[in-house]
């Protein structure tokens, strides 16, 4: 074993993907589209995901295009309007929200607390079919003309002073509303009653406890986005009159529906991505996380508190000062078991042995990208300088901090971590390490600008701008570019890499998880024989104690046939 | 300064405003926003820089060539009750201090001077009470507090002036109202930074700070000679109100004079104090405002009246003393001292009398 | 590649399932679960977590009526007196009466009795399409009457209640202009809230429809209940919010 790295692969001139795994087991289109088990939509989930992202990534582009001038050059106020509103609906509805739990979740939790599959296989299924259609839709609205009103429908705008598809980019989010329910529910049901005999739930790695929580938000907050839009699409359709103030109706009632869910939306985001970290962290430090039950009761803590901060992103907008009061002290509450968890990896690094493959890299860029984006939603949720701050370009830089900075870094964490398990290959180490920095400093340079121009005033959802913030604004589209590499880096050589990338084997980076301890890819059942868990999560020494069994039974194997060998010679 | 040359001091000026970090401090409030902001600043770096340094210090001191063997630690109650406890006292020190200013942002002083403002897509019309009309710009004086009083005709709208450090949304239904006083002359930016559609980002304007006694020519300079009360005073007469509120014993409604900031009884049951929310309220939404004592039988005017036209009757009646009548010669350019307070012991007399310079 | 022998694995009783009685590894048990007693409870779970989604959702339209009934009380009054107790009365014991049979329904699948069962879920299921004919009658009524918002909303029923009949009887003042405009509100609730109620209502008589068809063939009768008991758990929440929905729709002010 190299003192560099801990990656341990098999002797390549004679490794061999399993001839039995999960791809293999069944051919044809059909067996995919069809398929229940888990790890398989994940797959079907990981395509389509990436799709989604870069018709987001393109549309962002547009967006810091129009943005190099003061002036809308590039194109027509409407259709800016149209760019950005598409923009944050694919990227928060039809990437962020199900990115990890989508894939890295559906692959990855049976194979963590030793079950065969999820609880409710065909659902989950249903789930991507879900998922699918409102994509579909979504891309759909793009072809016939879009919609201008903003990813949040804010009324009376989207209700009555637009006349673009609203209708149908609310019936896509409504049906990929139903698709993170639904997997939500099968994560909460599979987490409580299919864990192997001895996994108790403290013993299960922090990624499962990650994904309870967001999957609680899923399961409790979506419904209260459905019935908003479906309120929006009532009134548009037949005038009801529920948000019309000249019926009597009141459009900050659709503001409280809408954020209380879309603030939960945010944890749904961020949580499991927080899962990944700590995998990754404990793993290429050698080290059992520090504070497990902390990080662990920090993630439920997240769920549940930020169910009641959701009129923060209303503090401006005639509610009682007295309310104002109260959600913004609770939203300086959610913050703490945030700032718990940034230490607690931060101590897991603490007198471990560590190695810096690319998923650590990623990992770093997370704690302190997410530190920077944390810190500014302080600034966000104390009212006074929310009063200056809200409704400019700090909010955007704040959210892309945490949603990019954070939530997609940790996304590609995961991807890189698990690729040798998913494939049963390895990605070539150097070229996803310059990536990984690549994408660090692009994301620095496109949205650090962004929070500069939010204190002076720049405004966010603006075509067109004063000649004062070009500078920044340059700035912020010279890193997207760089972004953008930092990006397509990965899809190209992890697709290179299906082919022609080192045969992993079982478990490359000896971590401890249950997955680690069966093939790679794995079995459609994913164990031959199902586990029982007698020791602790990121128990290093129990992996000792096996990989010592192991050697030692290769050596009796070894000597038993050089004994044959022998006899039969003589 | 004087071993610079004045072109190199030029250009560092002009440079280090267009590289500004912040905008200009040009209200009261600015700086102390500015000082909640800056805190905040540096708390954030001293905690990126804490967990930074830990975690470079970490990776090269326990990388694996170095540490080959990792040390199994379970935890410390200690330092999680630390790194628990002290951010925690930190945010919630940024609470206290960020309501402290957000309180005095939205409670304006009894003094202040109101100015209104009607959002619309995708322009600002700005209504001062002595008549004067702008679009897209406001122009105010130093030293005086100022209460904007805004409503939107029709979509969420937000005014935003970043170098006063004060925003509120108009939104179309209800007033609501920030106040700020302007402390250097100058011209800033307005946005709108509310979405509210395809020219939002046309939405902008100039607010202007002036001396006062600039602010005083420009008054006289941009009346269109008939102030908001002289205006709702027709508006009064042309809908009939003085049909049922006038001062006759046997009047069918309540007598409006001075009735702006006092306590009325409902017949609902409560008291409520009558002031521009109410008064709009009364005016488009009756039946659940009655005052005690009087049958329910006002009419609505919603959607006969357009939003400008509420708030010219609202200053109708703010400025009704005894007398139904308002003096023709209501002041359209001066600033009658303290005329404009909320209540009604600050409300002066109407000054009577000629224009003065 | 074989498992790491690192790993302890369970004895060896169920991972053969080929040699044990159908008992022990019945038809219906899916792979993926170790017994019919771990598929029963998640499943049992799982529905108990959709129907929490379902209060969420029922619960922002819950939150608007709260709101609104608040600030325009009187429009409500006027708006609820329009619906016919009656008929609301009705359709709650038919519900109820419904979640009754149903029950049995679960009783005659957990004691095998089949024909019991087939006959209970089709009390059920005609029960259900009587409460919907009864909403249609109410919902034809009031569109006739011009009380469905965005559809020519009439007022004239609370501006002149002396000419209409419902408001007559329940001795309804005239509301002023504004009040009267605000019961638009009151009936946009209504459709909404009884509208996606009928809508669960219909998507579980479809399943009914399904269940009474797969009974006749024995189907849940062989052990394999869960099926039944989930939609029982449906069954009972669709009844449940109905009684809500009844109280605080119908029984506005009523003396």
Known sequence: ?570 | MNHLSPVIWQFLVKWMTNFALFPPEASKIAPQMDALYFFMVLVSLIGLTIVVLLVTSFSILYNKKRHPVAVQIEGSTLLEATWTIIPLGLFLVMFIWGALIYFRVFTPPANAMNIYVVGKQWMWKVEHPGGQHEINALHVPTGRAVQLTLISQDVFHSFSIPAFRVKREAIPGRYTTVWFEATKTGTYHLFCTQYCGTNHSQMIGDVVVMTPEEYRKWLISSTSGSSLAQNGERLFASLSCAACHNTRPDARGPSLANVYGSKLALSAGGTVIADDAYLREAILNPSQHITQGYAPIMPTYQGQISEEGVIALIEYIKNLDSDYRVQQTLNTTDLPPGSEGKTPAAKGQVSKGTVKP | MPDSPAIAHEADNSANGANTANTEHPPYLRHHFNSTEQQADASNFAMWLFLLTEVMFFGGLFTAYLVYRNWYYPAFVSGSHQLNVVWGATNTLVLIFSSFTMAMAVWCAETSRRRGLVLCLTFTFILGLGFLGIKSIEYSEKIEKHHVPGLHYSLSSFLDPAHDAAARAAGDKPLPLDMARKTEVYFSLYFLMTGIHALHMIIGIGILGFMIFRARAGAYTAGHVTFVENFGLYWHFIDIIWIYLFALLYLISRH
Do not use: C
Request: aromatic content about 16%; hydrophobic content about 50%.
């Open chain 1, 1 to 570: 074993m190299s003192a560099h790295t801990i990656v341990s692969l098999l002797d390549q001139s004679t490794a061999k993907i399993p001839k039995d795994n999960y791809i293999t087991r069944e051919n044809g289109l059909l067996s995919w589209l069809l398929t229940s088990d888990h790890k398989r939509i994940a797959i079907l989930y990981l395509i389509s995901l990436s799709f989604f992202f870069f018709i987001g990534g393109a549309l962002a582009g547009l967006i810091r295009l129009e943005l190099l001038t003061p002036q809308t050059d590039l194109m027509a106020t409407d259709t800016y309007n149209k760019v950005f509103t598409m923009h944050g609906v694919i990227m928060v509805f039809f990437f962020l929200v199900p990115s990890v739990p989508a894939t890295l979740g559906n692959f990855l939790i049976p194979m963590m607390i030793g079950a065969k599959d999820l609880a409710l296989p065909k659902v989950n299924l249903l789930s991507w079919y879900l998922y699918m259609a409102g994509g579909l839709l979504a891309l759909y609205t793009m072809m016939v003309g879009g919609v201008d009103t903003g990813w949040t429908f804010t009324t009376p705008l989207s209700t009555h002073y637009v006349n673009t598809n609203v209708l149908t980019t609310g019936l896509a989010v409504f049906v990929a509303g139903f698709s993170s329910i639904l997997t939500g529910l099968n994560f909460i049901v599979t987490i409580h009653k299919m864990r192997a005999p001895g996994m108790t739930w403290f013993r299960l790695p922090l990624f499962i406890w990650a994904h309870y929580a967001a999957s609680i938000l899923m399961v409790l907050a979506t419904p209260v986005v459905a019935i908003a839009i479906v309120l929006v699409m009532l009134e548009r359709t037949f005038g009801i009159g529920v948000f019309d103030p000249a019926k009597g109706g009141d459009p900050l009632l659709f503001q409280h529906l809408f954020w209380f869910y879309s603030h939960p939306a945010v944890y749904i985001m961020i949580l499991p991505g927080m899962g990944v970290i700590s995998e990754v962290i404990s793993t290429f430090s050698r080290k059992r996380i520090f504070g497990y039950t902390a990080v662990a009761f920090s993630s439920v803590a997240i769920a549940v508190f930020g169910f009641f901060v959701w009129a923060h992103h209303m503090f401006i907008m005639g509610i009682s000062n007295y309310a104002v009061l109260v959600f913004s002290l609770l939203t300086m509450l959610v913050a703490v078991p945030s700032a718990i968890k940034i230490f607690n990896w931060t101590f897991t690094l603490y007198k471990g042995s560590i190695t810096f493959e690319t998923p650590l890299l990623y990992a770093f860029g997370f704690m302190g990208l997410f530190t920077i984006g944390g810190m500014t939603g302080v600034f966000l949720g104390s009212s006074g300088t929310d009063i200056h701050l809200t409704e400019t370009y700090f909010i955007v830089a704040h959210f892309h901090f945490v949603m990019v900075g954070g939530m997609l870094m940790a996304f590609l964490a995961g991807i890189h971590f698990w690729w040798p398990k998913i494939t049963g290959r390895m990605y070539p180490e150097k070229l996803s390490q310059l990536a990984a920095v690549v994408t660090f400093i692009g994301f620095n340079f496109t949205f650090f600008p962004q929070f500069i121009l939010g204190t002076l005033g720049m405004p966010r959802r603006y075509a067109s701008y004063p000649p004062e913030f070009q500078i920044l604004n340059v700035f912020s589209t010279a890193g997207a570019t760089i972004l953008g590499v930092g990006y397509l880096l990965p899809v190209l050589y992890l697709v290179w890499s299906l082919k022609y990338g080192a045969i992993a084997g079982n478990n490359p980076w000896q971590a401890t998880g249950l997955e680690w301890q069966t093939q790679s890819p794995p079995l459609t059942e994913n164990f031959a024989v199902m586990p029982i868990m007698d020791h602790e999560a990121y128990d290093y020494a129990w992996l000792e104690g096996q990989q010592q069994k192991d050697e030692q039974q290769h050596r009796q194997l070894h000597e038993r046939q050089k004994e044959t060998e022998v006899t039969s010679a003589g």
